[in-house]
């Protein structure tokens, strides 16, 4: 035997290695088993720590032939468990070799091995699963085609240390979706891991928390479950805290850190807790720290960022902790120039963090800033902050941009930012030019930055309209994604608040009317809202009012009757009774409603109605109908005007509006009532 | 309470050789000394503070408040010495400005002048500074009321800072300040630091002196590092400190006395798993081989010291190393030991003497040590020129011919016998059998390491394999621990048949500047056979069974131990002639005559020299001399390096490097 081996090895040092291999593969092939064992033992230390070997086996097509002496059952236990080993070898290559054992099924032969009693033979099976299945190349769903397999898996958990650690590892890369994380917890996942959580392995406790953390991500049910877990009558929490303690190590402090964010942001754990507010928080800030691995700083800070965006306290608690936004700012320097020079490895790895860095920064600023005015102060008043972001807009990591233009729009909802830093670092322009080719979701955050951009106070305003964004916007209201048709109406609709008459004489001709009215029945209330809104700038200011009226007026009336006619909520029938008003504040556009007394009576009914914000919005539009106008065109048509609104007045008194007005101003509603009293004194005049 | 001169004692003894009333002569003595005694009931021994014990922490006890600080602060900062260093407990009545009100205990201060502005700012440190041997020390500070305008200072400054400012505003000071939440560092500016804080917060401090950081927090939130100048943290009184500057202000101070808001501990943990990580990863390099052949030097020359003969041997085989000493030395200083420990100094001496004929001549302090501990073992009836007399055996009192076990070899046969019977035949972790042929029976060898079952029949069976290692509470590290245990030991087990003979060793004993270091207190059990009462064993004894007398209740013992009082007192006479006054040797003498003022010498004040446990140092100083006149090194180097270890630590404390708190030496000592 011995002599057999030396001839091929040293031929193989000469020539080529393929020879070698081939005659390892041809050994799998002898009739005598027990020869077919000693070639598989033999392959087994061939392969160990030799890529290129394990390459040469697999073109020469050892795989399938290992598969089929694995689920032979005539195989002897031993052949059995040392092919399962050399297949766990070969995929500990690269990750072509894994897609080639993939693509010979190995998966399904291994997973029926797990059925065999023989503990040494599942352990080597579940061993060559696990690697698999934590390569990225390996498609998660083959786990779940078989519906036994997970039940099986959960039964063998308990049988040794080697199938929890290699079991709990599968399940921990494999639970990417909620349907994985139904099927894994409906198993009884958390039951027969919540044990592991104090084994003494190392290991094994590690891949059980890993678990937890995918199981309870986003995952309301199984976060609730998980709360009332006792591990040796101590709660989970409790569990979790004791692995965040500062000396255990950093990988188990920041997976239960996750655990505990997942668990609170599912709501399964109150946000002020103090095992969220004494320890996850501060443990997540403290991974920030410049002290951790680059890896561990950017799960910190993302994990850091998701705990505590919908709490302002929890942003507040971290904003002070640790000089967390100071912190961050150094997530920036990186690749440093200091390692540029001295190592060409570091530089690598740091070059290849970089990008995750900074939008884990990004994230963990706009998150911090959605809500507290001060924090926001802080984090514009960090060193280099604004060109960080500005720079950040034109990167070519689109995880990068989105994560940039999310911490501008978070920062945008300040007015004090918007009127200082944003103008002064001319943050509009990266951010138009973000808009023009981007995809949906930083679409969305940017076209949300430039509503706020669009603010009539906000000093950025001119410039941006003179980039052409109305063409934009109007584009933005076609797209098929609501949320950034209503980012383009609202923008609009800021933009024509208090506007000049050029600029909404633009945005009617570039949305066009029928754009505007197919808006105005969209779907989306928000959409609807936004819209209505947009016609309410619009038709502001008399001039404005009558001019827009006197080209569009015959189909707002109709969209309105529509509107009013329609089912809604409270609040676009108010809005709309408000374009009502506007509409009855112009000088010629009086007379659409006054000629159409379906609308008076619409507007009557409204009087009436139940809601007070309604009933205001009604009895507004009537005051400004009934309005004595010498005050204001007195110059020029005083006669003439003053002649129309005792017109008004007389017909409006004939529809029974006077005593409508006057049982309102009895109205409890002290706003209603004072506005009744208003409307009642033109009568008088 | 100067004692009046040992002289008293003098016609005490000529009274007491009247030999027809022995007893009521005694009495008289007792009386006499008992008058000169309260100086021994005032030593510091017996005053001695043990306020604090080691039991761990716990929180839920609310018993006694002052207990649950001290059990606190023990549990956090274990490398204080407070003797040397004590821990703040409270505000300072007397270091503070006179704007400052203390109240509750000095915990609470309120402000009580006119605060107009910033120069009516008034500041209280705490009674103590904080020790650098704490490595992190911590505090907390909780608002009782913000007053007027809040300008409440937290922080920290050194002795002599002016008190009519608040903390961080001087030189050597740090500070905190609720009004606008910035730091102070030794600036009349501060920088942004925090959050403002106000009424209901808990703000805290805390020192780190490993990195030179300190930071403060809010409600146990951390709020970020802060740099403290080298020079101040060298500053050797770095102080707790509070100032306030409007009429108002209330703070109450928790120095331990309440579990802290902020998990101090936790943090603490982390640095203590960083020193340690350090430790353990201190790159060796190539010297790793160097290494190895140092470690097995120590282990063998440590067991050599204490004379473990067969245990060095063996371990000397396995590793291919060499034994200095000759083995027939090894075992000599060993029986000599032995027979320390056993209580019979009497014979020791006399074996020293002639195995090493000129050592106690040149060691008349050592020699004068020896035979008052001799004395002391008269009173306890173990010395064998008392024991032997009480004794009814008359085959014990023959085999007594004036000079106990003068010759090696005396009764081989014999005791080769008992060895047999209670030992392993191999005897491979003790003395071989010949060596300690003695007429008292001081058989069987020492079991190294192996002994530690009470019983007599538990130690039957496990005492012949070495391996059984049985570590008890009372024969742990510490010497003192094992006092109650092994006080009476010696006395009450010879109730059977069966002769239990209990031994205590020392086994190392590091003379550093403050401690002396007790590596472990072998309890060593020997079984005779049933016979051996015929033969007359020394320290068997009938009477003593029922309840301990003095010299063994003979009277012939008590005359002889009288007789030997007065050699003694001639010998301190004899000594002083020659080298002048020695207060040690008269303390000595004092107080092991004062046993005698007693009728029940084991339960007095000074009665704790009666304790086995007390030969140990004796023996390890005969041990010690033994070996320098050999040209041996005094301690084994083993002990060396561990007192020099926990010196260093100590020193570290000293120049106030912090680390030294998470690098104790007992952490790594199992």
């Known amino acids: 035997m011995a002599c057999l081996l030396e001839a091929p090895l040293r031929i193989s040092v000469l020539s080529e290695v393929t020879a070698t291999s081939r005659h390892y593969v041809d050994r799998l092939f002898d009739p005598d088993p027990q020869k077919v064992l000693q070639g598989v033992i033999d392959m087994k230390n061939a392969v160990i720590g030799n890529n290129k070997q394990k390459a040469n086996l697999i073109v020469l097509g050892a795989v399938p032939r290992l598969l089929y002496l694995l689920q032979q059952s005539s195989s002897s236990p031993e052949l059995r468990t040392e092919c399962a080993v050399v297949l766990g070898s070969l995929a500990m290559g690269t990750e072509n070799n894994i897609k080639s054992l993939v693509d010979c099924h190995i998966i399904p032969a291994l997973l029926q091995g797990l059925l065999c009693p023989d503990l040494i033979f599942i352990e080597a099976c579940l061993r060559c699963l696990r690697t698999v299945f934590i390569s990225p190349v390996t498609p998660v769903q083959l786990l779940y085609t078989d519906p036994t397999v997970i039940p099986h898996l959960m039964s063998l958990l308990s049988r040794s240390q080697r199938t929890q650690e290699y079991i709990t590892q599968i399940f921990s890369h494999c639970c990417k979706t909620p349907e994985h994380q139904t099927v894994l917890f409906s198993h009884g996942a958390i039951q027969n891991i919540a044990p592991l959580l104090i084994y003494h392995s190392y290991k094994v406790r590690m891949q059980a928390l890993k678990c937890f953390s995918v199981l309870a991500y986003e995952n309301t049910q199984v976060s609730m479950t998980l709360v009332n877990v006792l591990v040796e009558g101590e709660l989970l929490s409790q569990v979790f805290v004791r692995m965040m303690q500062r000396d255990q190590p950093i990988e188990m402090q920041l997976t239960a850190a996750k655990c505990l964010t997942y668990m609170c942001r599912a709501g399964a754990i109150r946000t002020d807790d103090s095992c969220v507010v004494l320890k996850a928080l501060p443990c997540l800030v403290r991974m920030c720290s410049k002290e951790h691995l680059l890896e561990e700083r950017v799960e910190g800070a993302e994990t850091l960022a998701y705990l505590m965006e919908p709490d302002v306290e929890l942003q507040r608690i971290a904003s002070t902790t640790d000089h967390l936004v100071a912190m961050l700012a150094d997530y920036f320097k990186y690749p440093s120039s200091v390692s540029a020079i001295n190592d060409i490895k570091r530089l690598d790895h740091d070059l290849k963090h970089a990008h995750e860095l900074r939008q884990a920064a990004f994230k963990l600023y706009a998150s911090l800033g959605s809500n507290d005015e001060d924090i926001r102060k802080k984090i514009t008043e960090t060193e280099n902050m604004m060109d960080r972001i500005v720079s950040g807009l034109s990167e070519s990591s689109i995880k990068v941009r989105l994560a940039a233009v999310r911490c501008l729009h978070s920062l945008s909802r300040s007015v004090q930012q918007l009127r200082t830093s944003f103008h002064d670092h001319a943050v509009w322009k990266p951010l138009m030019k973000l808009l023009q080719n981007a995809p949906d979701e930083v679409l969305v955050m940017a076209s949300s930055t430039l509503c706020n951009l669009l603010l009539e106070f906000s000093p950025s305003k001119e410039p941006i309209l003179e980039s052409g964004v109305i063409e934009l916007l109007c584009g933005l209201t076609q797209s098929d994604s609501p949320a950034l048709r209503v980012n383009g109406i609202w923008a609009l609709m800021n933009m024509a608040f208090q506007a000049d008459q050029k600029v909404k004489v633009e945005i009617v001709r570039s949305l066009g009317t029928e754009q505007l009215f197919r808006l105005l029945s969209d779907p989306d209330s928000n959409v609807l809202m936004k819209t209505l809104g947009l016609l309410r700038n619009l038709l502001s200011t008399r001039t404005h009012i009558d001019q827009i009226m006197s080209s569009h007026g015959k189909q707002i009336m109709q969209a309105v009757t529509l509107i009013l006619e329609a089912e809604h909520s409270i609040e676009v029938k108010e809005q709309t009774l408000c374009i009502l008003a506007n509409i009855a504040d112009g000088n010629a556009a009086k007379e659409l409603i006054m000629t159409n007394d379906d609308m008076l009576q619409k507007i009557k009914h409204y009087m009436g109605h139940s809601n007070v914000k309604l009933q205001l919005a009604a009895t507004f539009c009537i005051s400004n109908l009934i309005w004595n106008e010498e005050d204001v065109q007195a110059v020029v048509n005083s006669d003439c005007a003053h002649k129309g609104s005792q017109e008004r007045q007389d017909k409006l008194r004939e529809m029974g509006f006077v005593d409508v007005l006057h049982k309102l101003t009895q109205a409890s509603d002290p706003n209603l009532c004072d506005r009744a009293k208003t409307a009642m004194q033109q009568y008088l005049a | ?670």
């Open chain 2, 1 to 670: 309470l100067s004692f009046p001169e040992a002289a008293t004692l003098k016609p005490a003894c000529c009274g007491t050789t009247l030999p027809r009333s022995p007893c009521s002569s005694l009495q008289f003595t007792l009386l006499l000394i008992r008058g000169c005694h309260t100086a021994a009931i005032f030593s510091p021994q017996s005053l001695s503070l043990s306020a604090y014990s080691s039991s761990p922490l716990t929180r839920a006890r609310s018993g006694n408040p002052e207990h649950e600080l001290n059990e606190r602060l023990k549990h956090l900062y274990p490398a204080v010495n407070e003797e040397e260093t004590p821990l703040p407990r409270s505000w300072s009545p007397k270091d503070k400005y006179s704007y400052i009100g203390l109240s509750q205990n000095n915990l609470r201060v309120h402000y009580k002048g006119h605060g107009k502005n910033h120069k009516d700012a008034a500041s209280v440190r705490a009674t103590h500074p904080i020790p650098a041997a704490c490595g992190i020390y911590y505090f907390e500070v909780k608002i009782v009321s913000k007053g007027r305008d809040g300008y409440m200072g937290i922080g920290l400054s050194a002795q002599g800072v002016n008190m009519n400012r608040l903390p961080g505003w001087d030189k050597h000071s740090y500070g905190y300040h609720g009004d606008d939440g910035h730091s102070f560092c030794s600036s009349g500016t501060g920088q942004p630091y925090g959050p403002t804080f106000t009424t209901g917060d808990v703000i805290g401090c805390c020192v780190n002196l490993i990195n030179n950081t300190c930071f403060y927090t809010k409600n146990g939130i951390s709020l970020g590092r802060v740099l403290i100048s080298f020079y101040t943290l060298y500053q050797p009184n770095l102080y707790p400190t509070v100032g306030l500057q409007t009429p108002g202000e209330i703070v109450d101070a928790n120095f331990g006395q309440q579990p802290f808001v902020f998990d101090i501990e936790d943090y603490m943990s982390e640095w203590r798993a960083k020193i340690h990580g350090m430790i353990a990863r201190f790159p060796i390099g190539e010297r790793l081989g160097e290494w190895q052949v140092v470690l097995q030097n120590m282990v063998s020359s440590y067991l050599v010291h204490h004379g473990y003969c067969a245990t060095a041997t063996a371990f000397a085989r396995a590793t291919e190393t060499l034994i200095q000493e000759d083995q027939t030395s090894i075992k000599n200083r060993q029986r000599i030991q032995k027979l320390v420990l056993a209580g019979r100094v009497g014979e020791a001496i006399e074996a020293t003497q002639q195995l090493y004929p000129t050592l106690l001549e040149h060691n008349p302090n050592l020699l004068f040590m020896l035979k008052c501990r001799q004395f002391v073992e008269m009173v306890n009836g173990t010395d064998s020129e008392v024991c032997c007399l009480s004794v009814r055996s008359p085959k014990s009192q023959d085999s007594y011919p004036g000079s106990p076990g003068l010759t090696p070899r005396h009764a081989a046969g014999n005791a080769h016998l008992h060895a047999a019977g209670a030992d392993s035949p191999t005897c491979s972790n003790g003395v071989t059998p010949p060596a300690k042929s003695k007429s008292h029976g001081f058989t069987g060898g020492v079991k190294y390491a192996s002994v530690s079952s009470s019983s007599a029949s538990a130690s039957s069976s496990t005492s012949s394999s070495p391996s059984s290692v049985n570590y008890s509470e009372s024969n742990s590290s510490d010497s003192t621990k094992s006092q109650p245990h092994s006080a009476n030991s010696t006395q009450e087990t010879s109730d059977s048949e069966m002769d239990v003979e209990a031994e205590h060793y020392t086994n190392g004993v590091v003379e550093g500047s403050s401690a002396r270091i007790m590596n472990g207190t072998y309890k060593h059990e020997e079984i005779l056979q049933p016979d051996d009462n015929s033969i007359g064993n020394g320290v068997t004894n009938d009477s003593c069974s029922n309840g301990r007398q003095l010299c063994g209740g003979n009277q012939a013992a008590t005359e002889r131990m009288i007789q030997f009082g007065r050699e003694l007192q001639m010998l301190n006479e004899q000594l002083c002639r020659e080298y002048g006054k020695n207060t040690t040797h008269k303390k000595m003498l004092q107080d092991a005559f004062s046993l005698l003022a007693y009728s029940d010498p084991w339960n007095c004040p000074v009665g704790q020299q009666l304790d086995p446990t007390q030969r140990e140092s004796l023996c390890s100083a005969l041990n010690s001399a033994i070996l320098v006149s050999q040209n041996l090194p005094k301690q084994p180097p083993l002990m060396l390096a561990l007192g020099q270890a926990t010196e260093c630590v100590q020193l570290m404390a000293r120049v106030r490097s912090g680390s030294c708190s998470f690098a104790r030496v007992d952490n790594f000592l199992h």
